[in-house]
């Protein structure tokens, strides 16, 4: 493995048409973009109304406790206001308790970057805490276990109840500029290298993926993991790779498919780019995921799986955001990706069918494919 470069990285997960480095000459075909915003308007509506209802009886995996974190990241991306009644409600809930798992830790690290780094930094340095120290000494992530966490400071918003959502402002190309390029101000940031208080239980790549996605957002907050921790992260990804550039549950050798290699993707890119690798979708390991993809894209199905659609739908939007392309091999998947979404969202404004459950989720899941949520995240290394 080469050396870390970690202290001295720079890590853009940019805005606007693309990232700045390892950019694809060709120009992706449009999107219809009133035709999205009023998906996204619709879909949030109903994910507001679901916050405003309390509990959320229908998404039932036992894994994820609520979801509180999962809604609030999406409703945030979707233009709601920070002080409207029910964000703030979904808020308040999520502050009650520190992360319990490696999903939630994971999704909350992200939803409290998006409401505000300052004010809520130290309940992101928790998330940042839990997930290092869950992480397994092989490099993975299981579903997390009770850690020791330092205490954050009570946190009171008060809700507008004059704030009503109107829907997202603008498209994906220009809706995370200002926050983004705000935060791109490194002197206003304290980094803080956190010490790993021990280590959890190895389980699977798809907590590992949330996982990594979560210190992402963390680091974008100031709060870095270890060095340890991405260069174990790095080599698990790469040993575990098969050898047709994809990823399944667990070790190499079962039949890869589609959410754990777009996870894989995700994963490899947000450690690369951490240690310094600019342009990671030219890494070879990236080009081969980035191959599969290519040849297996689907949105009707978890490629390759079946279960689990838009949560796999949601991995396509943060395979492409973090490897820094528009395209999978010759497949344009944010253009395919949001027809088909279009498509198929209910008349109430929800995603998925009647009775499967996983509505919340699958709705929350599809918002951030469409605001292509994973680039409103910006890390920067010291001195850059």
Known sequence: MRPSLFMNAAVL??????????????VPPGVNQKAVNDAITKGAQWLLKEAAGGETPDYDNQEWRHTEELALYALL?????????EVVKLLETLLKRKPEKTYTAAIRAQALLKYDPQLLAEYIKQAAQYLVDNQSQTGYWGYGKEVPLPDASKV???????KVYSGPKS????VFAGAANARRNTTAIQRTVLKRGGWGQATDNSNTQYALLGLGA??????????DCLDLAEKWLTDQQNDDGGWNYKERGAASYGSMTAGGVSSLCIVLRAKGNAAPKKDI???????????????DNNPQKGAWHYYWIYSVERAGSVAGTEWFGDRAW???GADWLVGQQSADGSWGKEGEGKKVANTAWAILFLRRATRSIVISGPGK
């Open 13 to 26: 997960i940019a805005t606007g048409a693309g990232f700045v480095a390892g950019q694809d000459e060709r």
């Open 77 to 85: 991306h979707a233009g709601a206001d920070p002080k409207q009644p």
């Open 156 to 162: 009171t918003v008060t809700p507008d109840s004059g």
């Open 171 to 174: 498209g994906p190309a220009d």
């Open 218 to 227: 963390c680091m974008a907050a100031g709060f870095y993991p270890p060095q």
């Open 285 to 299: 390991r990236v080009v081969k995921a980035l191959k599969w993809l290519g040849s297996n894209l689907s949105f």
């Open 334 to 336: 944010f253009k395919e």
